[in-house]
């Protein structure tokens, strides 16, 4: 199975880019650096060697010499340039030895060659008479000291600007970092221009901004339609849901109502009724979250746990134990009520027996609805506040609803600037917590 590609920050891409295109720099300079120097280098040692072969040829004069007069004036030579590691060779004209090293053969005049099996580079000059000096000297192998440097020239290059790349690509795209962090705390739900802070005077950074900005216009407009759609649909269908279940109602009173239809007439009040529920819950679902921006009324959670409960039937209510405590907050009496209402339900249709404790801590008032039903899968904890959506256990035992409830329960929670979700609980049935923000008693 391949691999999964590691994911890398800008910064590090940057400081990556940077140390390689140093370090490439680097070994460019190096090589050209070694090269010409390799070759300066080569031209002061031919030179160095050429100058001695022709002081050796001026000692050697133009008059005619014996060998042995030869021999000495090398021999001499030979103990003044023995500490420059420079040896000589006297040819004749012809190319016979005569004095000095047997075994190094005269090159061209006035040029130089190095022999590769000694590394030995030679020199050669050649007198008015015809005789043939030739200098000869060790050859330094300068290119492995040149390779030598070129490397530590690549390794030093890439450290320190690997230590300077990353702050610099840090600082570089820092504008692009406080974007994105302007975006992260965007408000959907608030629609319209947002404030992503002041121009960075920065040509790419500023034309995203302007971009998200105008995106979050056209996100902003769209969300507004749609909302304004879904209120009107659901205003237009409460209306004519309510008259009917009036109409029904008139209907069962009737005196020349037949009995034997009274059972289909339950039926059929249930379900309009069941349809007005529904499309209560649409109308709150449809409430913009920024509303969570509205000052509010004090609320007590334990007076609206207490009125929720109250919507409940006998039988349900007795499967409820209520918490002694009591918090707290700013919001919508009506709205928490039905948050709490629709929690409520939630839990004694699963569970016989259903505990609502209520916290506070750290500013935040926490209610906690545990019931002993068959649970939620964890995998479904997120997903079962998705409007519409119904969990496959409820689904196999054919538990009546709409997946509304819980959807609602989180809307409000969000509105109000908390939060809902399902958390683990160690025996059997569910546990939902909701949070919202304690009202400051000095506030």
């Known amino acids: 199975m391949p691999g999964r590609n590691r994911d890398v920050s800008l910064v590090t ?47 050697l004069g133009d008059g005619p010499l014996s060998r042995e007069q030869i021999e000495a004036i090398v021999r001499h030579e030979h103990e003044e340039t023995d500490h420059a590691g420079i040896r000589f060779t006297v040819s004749g004209p012809a190319g016979e030895f005569l004095s000095g090293e047997t075994s190094v053969q005269p090159v061209g005049h006035d040029e130089c060659s190095t022999r590769g099996g000694d590394r030995l580079r030679i020199c050669s000059v050649a007198t008015p008479g015809g005789t043939i000096v030739t200098a000869t000297a060790l050859s330094t192998p300068r290119m ?31 504008p692009f970092a406080r974007l994105r962090a302007k975006v992260a705390a965007i408000d959907v739900d ?22 998200v900005n105008h995106l979050l216009e056209r996100v902003g407009a769209a969300l507004e339609q749609s909302q304004r759609f879904a209120a009107n649909a659901a205003h237009e269908l409460r209306t004519p849901l309510t008259a009917v279940r009036a109409e029904l109602d008139l209907l069962r009173e009737h005196r020349y109502f ?13 379900k309009v009724t069941d349809l ?6 649409l109308l709150t679902l449809t409430a913009p979250r920024r509303t969570a921006l509205a000052p509010g009324e004090v609320v007590s959670l334990r007076d609206v746990i207490e009125d929720a409960l109250h919507s409940l039937s006998p039988e349900q209510i007795a499967k409820v134990e209520l918490p002694d405590a009591d918090a707290l907050v ?83 929670a969000l509105i109000h600037g908390g939060s809902a979700f399902f958390r683990p609980r160690s025996g059997p049935g569910a546990s939902l917590r909701v949070l919202l923000p304690e009202l400051n008693p000095a506030g």
């Not at 450290?159 to 990353?166: E, K």
């Not at 037949?258 to 007439?265: E, R, T």
């Open 276 to 281: 007005v529920l529904l499309v209560e819950r």
């Open 190 to 211: 608030a629609g319209g221009r947002s404030d992503l802070g002041a121009d960075e005077h920065v040509v790419e950074v500023d034309e995203l901004r302007a971009t």
């Open 258 to 270: 037949p009995s034997d239809v009274a059972g289909q007439l339950a039926t059929a009040r249930a």
């Open 13 to 59: 891409r940057v400081a990556r880019s940077a140390t390689l295109a140093a370090s490439l720099s680097a070994l460019s300079a190096a090589v050209a650096t070694s090269s010409v120097g390799s070759v300066l280098l080569q031209n002061a040692e031919d030179l160095r060697l050429i100058e001695a072969a022709r002081d050796l040829m001026f000692l």
């Open 144 to 174: 492995f000291a040149f390779a030598v440097a070129a490397i530590a020239a690549l390794a030093l290059a890439g450290v320190v600007t690997w230590l300077w790349s990353v702050p610099m690509a840090r600082s570089a795209i820092a």
């Open 330 to 412: 700013r919001g919508d009496a009506v709205l928490l009520g039905s948050l709490f209402a629709n929690a409520l339900v939630n839990a004694v249709k699963f569970g016989e027996r259903v505990q609502v404790q209520l916290s506070v801590a750290d500013g935040v008032a926490a209610v906690t609805i545990d019931d002993d039903g068959p649970g939620i899968d964890e995998a479904d904890w997120e997903r079962v506040f998705e409007p519409f959506f119904r969990d496959r256990g409820a689904i196999r035992r054919r538990n009546p609803g709409h997946g509304l409830g819980l959807a609602l329960v989180r809307h409000i």
